[in-house]
């Protein structure tokens, strides 16, 4: 093949590929509601959205629970150390020695003193039972209708997390990680690892629980065997989310970094979102990636780390202050000022490409998985990971338009015509 040919075909072959990229995706961020702080003064702190994303609420100085089509709403309790359970009916909070139900409308179903500083409360899905830790060490299980199910006594609990299928406890303490059934018995603890570990996240079938604190994050199966342990940013996790079979993490940190992590513990991208980025969330299948920070701004990323849109806040953006659907397309985010409600629509920019500033994530090397050493497993029992892939292929294109379809044929015809002169 002569050399005149062979670069004629290499040219040809850069055009074809350019004319069928096709355009890129997009996306608006429009606000739907607001709810500001009632107080001067007064902070929102931590955001949530039930599962069908039809509730939302956030803790802090002044509770606030809202349907989001706004005909259900109420708050004025403090309530810095508390949650919602992911069916969106019913809130649990601890105020000093006291621990607090309340239904959906708000009203207070019963209340226990704890005899001890209430320190961290977990609500099952569906709120058949609460757990609470006090400053003293004591863990205990309540059932919906107040009365006391079981104690432990371990170390201070930092955190606490019970898994969608209402089968496992687990909670970060000042020793390190440990599991329990909802009766409190011990299932695994692992006090080798370092306590660094403050935030908990489980996948949707409760087999694998992420956790993450310090620059580490760190997956174990549910009956604790660990599958990865990993270094991954530079400077301090301020927040971690994944999908719903996380095989795709996401965590932001001190640095102003979004980063990206699949199923077995590799880097795959990270996004410069400014300063300290607190918070971040992620839909169902990790399609739609959100963080927020101290810059003010809100973020919203593909899933290959590519910019879709950006909405300046007010004000800062605390860390848990930030909430997706699973969908992606409602977005509950609380800056110090008021509560948002978003919604995300998704467009299609057709053939035309238009830049955004910093539209591209930083594709980083994968870091070796640490050696798995030093963990107690009582319970032998493997459970495999997720099979949903990792979405790590570049953003999806949309589908060519007709001059891009014509121009590329015309291409392909000349590249035929010459070949055939040799």
């Not at 207070?108 to 757990?131: C, D, H, K, L, P």
């Not at 310090?214 to 971690?240: C, F, L, Y």
């Not at 940190?253 to 971040?280: C, F, K, L």
Request: glycine share 10%; with cysteine; net charge neutral.
């Amino acid at each position: 093949m002569p050399a005149g040919f062979r670069i004629y075909l290499a040219i040809t072959a850069l055009l074809l590929v350019s004319c069928l990229a096709g355009g890129v995706s997009a996306a608006s961020i429009g606000t739907e509601w607001k709810e500001r702080v009632p107080v001067e003064g007064s902070l929102f702190s931590g955001v949530m959205l039930s599962t069908d994303s039809s509730k939302v609420f956030t803790g802090g100085n002044n509770m606030y629970f809202r349907s989001w089509d706004g005909e259900q709403h109420w708050g004025g309790r403090t309530g810095f150390i508390s949650t919602m359970s992911t069916d969106g009916n019913y809130v649990v909070y601890g105020e000093g020695k006291t621990l607090v139900l309340l239904d959906k409308y708000g009203v207070e179903m019963w209340s226990r003193n704890m005899g001890y500083q209430v320190r961290a409360v977990a609500i099952s899905a569906t709120g058949s039972f609460v757990i609470s830790a006090d400053d003293q060490g004591n863990i205990n299980t309540w059932t919906n209708n107040g009365e006391f199910y079981a104690r432990n006594k371990t170390d201070l609990v930092k955190q606490i997390a019970i898994s969608p299928i209402d089968t496992l406890v687990v909670t970060t303490t000042e020793s390190g990680l440990k599991f329990f059934t909802p009766t409190l018995d011990p299932v695994w603890s692992d006090t080798k690892n370092g306590s660094v570990d403050s935030d908990i996240i489980f996948s949707r079938d409760g087999s694998t629980i992420i956790t993450s604190g310090g620059k580490r994050v760190s997956s174990h199966t549910k009956s604790g065997q660990i599958n990865w342990m990993n270094d991954i940013t530079k400077e301090a996790i301020t927040g971690t989310a994944c999908s719903d079979d996380c095989s795709v993490i996401v965590t932001g940190s001190q640095d102003g970094r979004v980063t990206a992590i699949d199923r077995y513990g590799n880097v795959h991208w990270t996004y410069p979102a400014g300063q300290w980025t607190n918070a971040v969330a992620i839909s169902r299948d990790a399609r739609v990636i959100v963080a927020a920070g101290i810059d003010k701004n809100l973020y919203v990323l593909d899933h290959a780390g590519k910019l879709l849109a950006e909405k300046q806040m007010n004000t800062i953006i605390h860390p848990r202050s930030l909430a997706v659907s699973a969908d992606g397309m409602r977005i509950a985010v609380a800056d110090e000022n008021a509560l948002n409600g978003l919604t995300l629509s998704l467009e299609d920019s057709g053939d035309q490409v238009t830049l955004i500033p910093r539209t591209s994530a930083r594709i980083t090397e994968t870091p070796a998985p640490l050696p798995a050493t030093g963990t107690i497993v009582i319970s032998p029992s493997l459970t495999s990971l997720p099979t949903t892939s990792v979405p790590v292929t570049p953003t999806p294109r949309s589908s060519p338009g007709p001059v891009t379809a014509i121009l590329a044929m015309g291409v392909g015809v000349s590249l035929v015509m010459w070949g055939r002169k040799f």
